[in-house]
């Protein structure tokens, strides 16, 4: 079943577009009507059923997912595949008629408890479907680590990819966690990272870019 998260309707007018339309630099503006997300899947192990959730600011600017079991670990308590968790999301984004859209920046938030000389990665590619993956951007955090740790993706202007205009073409995205327990010692201490905590309000925001499409 779809779940359907809608955004609030702006009383703003709707920006002008510059000139070059759907060919020229970014869209400055949001659009002023509702945009609609619907999440067809959620797989991964990072995201068992009914663990995340997606929501869209009132403003058009970003969608918000969160979770609350994504939690990646090695070492003392751990089983072998705890290393590594994953999220893939399958979302079709409903935007007003006329414009398209695209994912410019992502901002990821979560908490982690890293040994010394352990280390954790977080890694994010996003597509449309039967497009090729934009290039996949990722960070790594050293230990010692006790703290709530935020990564910042942004796409170059070039390389931002828009969804076509007037085709409907679902948006996947796909986020890893991973934790390496390098020269720490797996035998008597855990390391562990999540994109969500439980005693705090962490999650993923993903920024839109706007493109008003050309008249046809």
Same mark, same amino acid.
């Given at each position: 079943?779809?779940?359907?998260?809608?955004?609030?309707?702006?009383?703003?007018?709707?920006?002008?577009?510059? %000139?070059?339309?759907? !060919?020229?630099?970014? $869209?400055?503006?949001? /659009?002023?009507?509702?945009?609609?997300?619907?999440?067809?899947?959620?797989?991964?192990?990072? &995201?068992?059923? !009914? *663990?995340?959730?997606?929501?869209?600011?009132?403003?058009?600017?970003?969608?918000?997912?969160?979770?609350?079991?994504?939690? %990646?670990?090695?070492? =003392?308590?751990?089983? /072998?595949?705890? $290393?590594?968790?994953? &999220?893939?999301?399958?979302?079709?984004?409903?935007?007003?008629?006329?414009?398209?859209?695209? +994912?410019?920046?992502?901002?990821?938030?979560?908490?982690?408890?890293?040994? /010394?000389?352990?280390?954790?990665?977080? =890694?994010?590619?996003?597509?449309?479907?039967?497009?090729?993956?934009? +290039?996949?951007? *990722?960070?790594?955090?050293?230990?010692?680590?006790?703290?709530?740790?935020? %990564?910042?993706?942004?796409?170059?202007? #070039?390389?931002?990819?828009?969804?076509? &205009? !007037?085709?409907?073409?679902?948006?996947?995205?796909?986020?890893?966690?991973?934790?390496?327990?390098?020269?720490?010692? /797996?035998?008597?201490?855990? *390391?562990?990272?999540?994109?969500? *905590?439980?005693?705090? #309000?962490?999650?993923?925001?993903?920024?839109?870019?706007?493109?008003?499409?050309?008249?046809?």
């Amino acid at each position: 079943m779809l779940t359907t998260i809608a955004a609030a309707f702006l009383t703003a007018a709707m920006a002008t577009a510059p %000139a070059g339309g759907y !060919g020229g630099p970014h $869209f400055p503006d949001p /659009p002023a009507d509702k945009i609609v997300i619907d999440v067809v899947t959620v797989n991964g192990s990072g &995201c068992p059923e !009914g *663990s995340a959730a997606v929501a869209v600011s009132e403003d058009n600017t970003k969608f918000t997912v969160t979770y609350s079991k994504y939690l %990646a670990q090695v070492g =003392k308590g751990s089983t /072998p595949t705890d $290393f590594r968790k994953n &999220c893939q999301l399958n979302l079709v984004v409903h935007v007003p008629q006329g414009f398209t859209y695209a +994912i410019a920046s992502t901002d990821y938030r979560g908490y982690a408890n890293i040994q /010394p000389g352990a280390n954790f990665l977080v =890694k994010a590619s996003y597509y449309f479907q039967g497009m090729s993956d934009t +290039i996949p951007k *990722s960070e790594t955090f050293k230990g010692p680590l006790d703290d709530n740790w935020q %990564a910042t993706h942004k796409i170059p202007v #070039d390389q931002v990819v828009y969804k076509p &205009c !007037g085709e409907e073409r679902n948006f996947n995205i796909n986020t890893e966690l991973r934790v390496n327990a390098g020269t720490s010692d /797996p035998a008597t201490t855990t *390391s562990f990272v999540t994109m969500d *905590s439980t005693d705090a #309000d962490y999650k993923t925001e993903y920024h839109f870019s706007w493109k008003e499409c050309p008249e046809r």
